[in-house]
């Protein structure tokens, strides 16, 4: 509250005088000619309580009046501090860029705390992070000190950011935000008038490991390679080093030259190593997370196939694939620890759920069947990757006529009637206008159909075959689901091994690099990591089972921070860049300045006079003041008029 006229409140002294002028008036002797006239006021007039109080009050609502009409005349200021803002932050990876002593985010923190500080204090805000995804922090009153401590809390993560998107989920609150500040390291969009733009970070030299992978040797000796690759953000030659660890282990050591703005790459082999190996770059840039990275060597991979029922074609092409592993019979109860069922002769698909995938090759015609002509198989032009490095067209097969298997539980069967194709099956193969090879996925688990009559068929005695048979089991296992390298803030989708299906929600556990246990999603079939921003080495366990796979840092857009606000000045028409490793690019709706937060945001105070309410106010006090008077009046007159 402010007063449009302050110098009137020194009359506030006025009041003083009232209370002040009260005296004790001396008591005076009265000669009467009788006392009967005296007992005529009733007993609450005469009583000494009553004629206390009725006296102090009338002094009180008498010094009331006098203040009242003061602040009038001084004419008080109402502001009103209510409305909503949003402050959404970046806080990627380029945000931990240090330059001068401090970091992008630290810059950001001081930019946000002065805009904070210029909002009316009753004004709520919310607190957006805009990496990986935006996230609510929280919403907090401008003049809350949790505010600052939610601010302080925040840490660059290892992923980018998604601005766009941040601003965006914060304009669609309800309600919607009266303003809207974007701290970051990014230019604003051109014509961005969504919201307030500020811009922090200076040019800085950075080193990036981007790349790490391994692959297995083709000798067989459990020799792997190794690469990395080095990228040079600056202008200057870089001479560095880069090691690689295992379980904090020296593995290898290599000196690297790094050309201005060039690429570095380092071929190490290491050899009968498997597990989390760690590259480090030794080097004093900008950014620190940029400077590690990690990757997993896993062991040769190993599938364990389960077999019901005999095909010498499948199981001949089975024992040609590497690290095909047989499994004992189901009646024996080892599928349930298999990767994949290959049910030859089965009618239908087994539904006891205990394998990633199923090769189902169906069962023989009966003797009384007519056999099918063969025809020319014709492969599907969509890739698939049952078909991959696949070449089948001109091969002759059979199909096998009769009745089809249907598919899992849950999934719709009724299908193409014309192809007699389970719905959402992909025909991957076809002869003589009918499905001969297909794929699907049904309550989690994938089947591969096998619709060919092997026996009659010349599609086993080709070179294809094996290659078909060692995609389908690729393909059943998911192999490419479960990968060993993310990049922080991507999505992390891993199935749920067979053995703990149906226990999944309790049984699986992912821990973090600093061993956290992180939330996770599951459908007892694939879990999710709901959290993936920190790079460093996860662990997924179930069961007996203990899976390592790492998440390493988003290099790409965030180790480049090299260049300066004023290079991207474009972006947001009429900015300028100050010189100091602290200044900012401001842009808001109104245009753009240099310079603090506070000179380009003004403050939005609705200011309300309340003159006119007080002296309401001080009318209300004089009509409750002449009341408390009136009894005394009363009483007066009525003595006078006995007298007489």
Known sequence: MGFANPAALWLLALALVVLLARRRRPTRRVAVAAL???????????????????????LLLQAAVIVAVVLAIARPLWTFRGGSAALVLDTSMSMSARAGGITRLDTARQRAEAW???????????????????????????????????LAGLRATDAGADVGAAVDYARAADPRPERVLVVTDAAAPAGERRAEWIRVGQPAENVALTVLSAKRTSTGAGDVDVLAELHNHGRTQVTTTLTLTQEGATVSRQPVVIAPHGRARVVAVLHDITGVVTAHVETDDAIAADNTRRTVIASAPVTRVALSGGSYFVERALRSRPGVVFAAPPLAGAAATADVLVCSGCSEVPRDGSSTGVLLILPKPAATTEPAAAAPITQSSEPHPVTRSLELAGIAATIIPGAFPSV??????????????????TIVASAGGAPAILAYESAGRRVVELRV????????LTPAFPILIANAIDWLASRERRPTDYTAGDPIVRPVPPATADTAARAITVTGPRQETLATVTDGHLVTVTSSA????????????????????????????????????????????????SSTTISTSGGTNSGGPAESTPRRDRRVDMAAAVLAVALALLAAEWRLRAPRSGARHAGAGGRA
């Open 36 to 58: 009967h006239l005296w007992d005529a006021p009733s007993a609450h007039d005469t009583s000494p309580l009553a004629r206390r109080f009725r006296t102090h009050w009338l």
């Open 116 to 150: 904070i500080d210029a909002l009316p204090a009753g004004m709520r805000v919310r607190l957006i992070t805009a990496s990986p995804a935006p996230r609510v922090i929280g919403e907090f009153v401008a003049a809350d000190a949790g505010l600052r401590r939610a």
């Open 408 to 425: 899992f539980p849950g999934a719709n069967p009724g299908g193409n009637p014309g192809t007699q194709a389970p719905a959402g099956a």
């Open 453 to 460: 009559d092997l026996e009659r068929s010349a599609l086993p």
């Open 534 to 581: 920190a790079a460093g080495t996860y662990r997924l366990r179930a069961g007996a089972l203990d899976d390592s796979f790492v998440v390493n840092p988003a290099t790409g857009g965030e180790s480049d921070v090299s260049a300066t606000s004023s290079t991207t000045a474009e972006a947001t028409a009429g900015s300028t860049t100050g010189s100091s490793p």
